[in-house]
């Protein structure tokens, strides 16, 4: 097993609570492990204080509900707008699958290294519906393209790619870094934004690594992408989340046609009226051991 691992395995189950345990500044320990410096380099991943960049393409810009920013290649690509992978595809044919593993464990790992602080995930109760929000620390997501008239590098703030059916604005760029949750399942302990590959959602979602607390983020749906202002599918781009706030693309007001706020309106009427006092929420990508025992299950019928 790489040294990056048992790494974030520390990380994870380090006694917070415990004073008497000697603090692990496991962000210092990757920032010296020739492995996590290995496993940047080969998914491209960089990171500076307070910055963390990944590199994908467009995959998605509209036509339907938006439920993710980032994710890792091939997970929800028909919700997610950018899809991070190891560099374009070289000859002819699909991008093959299973060479990102390992990918979102150090993505988050390089979360660590820049000097973020894991925050905790989303999380709910099965028995009563009732919800927890993310909480972590403030993070700002971009995306970073070459335009191709120009030649000159573009940054937009991804959230302006996104509008709300509920307020009728821009997604406001509510982001928290949580680190993702760890599955247990056999007496092992998977980290979750591996499994989904989920790095940052829009819909709440557990095993996300970076997740949203904007208004709308419990709704499946409530956001779509504004194609217009999204690049074309195919367009290689660098993912940044920052701490800080950076220059970026400024957009004229998001206007909507009468009989589109007409239909979210009734859309919204009848979601009001159908409401019921006991929460059916499930967040798509959070995996349970009801799930991976499904999945054993197959398995074993194969």
Known sequence: MRRFLPLFLLAAFAPAEDKKAPAIDIGALLR????????????RITWSEGEVRTEGEIAYRGGGPCEFLVAI??????????????????????????????????????????????????????????????????VHVYAEWVDPETKKTK???MGDWLWNFKTV???EPQFVYTGSILIEHDGK?????????????????????????EDG???????????????????????????????AETYK????????????????EKRKANKTEKSAYRPP?????????KEEEKKEEK
């Open 189 to 213: 302990n998977y980290f979750g934004a591996e499994l989904d590959g989920l790095i940052v959602a829009v819909l709440n979602s557990g095993t996300a690594v970076v997740d949203s607390t």
């Open 217 to 247: 983020s419990l709704d499946n749906g409530a956001y779509e992408a504004i194609p217009i202002r999204i690049p074309p599918a195919g367009t290689r781009v660098q993912v940044v989340i920052s701490k800080k706030e950076l220059p």
């Open 73 to 138: 290649f091939p997970a929800k690509a028909h919700e997610t707008i950018v899809l991070l992978d190891d560099g374009p595809i070289e000859g002819d044919g699909p991008r093959p699958r299973g060479t990102l593993k390992g990918m979102a464990q150090t993505i988050n790992n390089a979360f660590l290294a820049a000097g973020f602080s894991k925050g905790r995930a989303f999380s709910w109760d099965e028995t009563t519906g009732e919800t927890f929000a993310p909480k972590g620390q403030t």
């Open 285 to 293: 990508d959070a995996r349970t051991r009801e799930d991976a025992d």
């Open 169 to 171: 604005h821009t997604m």
């Open 32 to 43: 010296k492990s020739e492995d996590f410096a290995a496993q940047c380099k080969k998914f």
């Open 253 to 268: 007001p998001l206007k909507l046609n009468e009989e589109l706020k007409k239909a979210r309106a009734a859309y919204l």
């Open 155 to 157: 940054r937009a703030n």
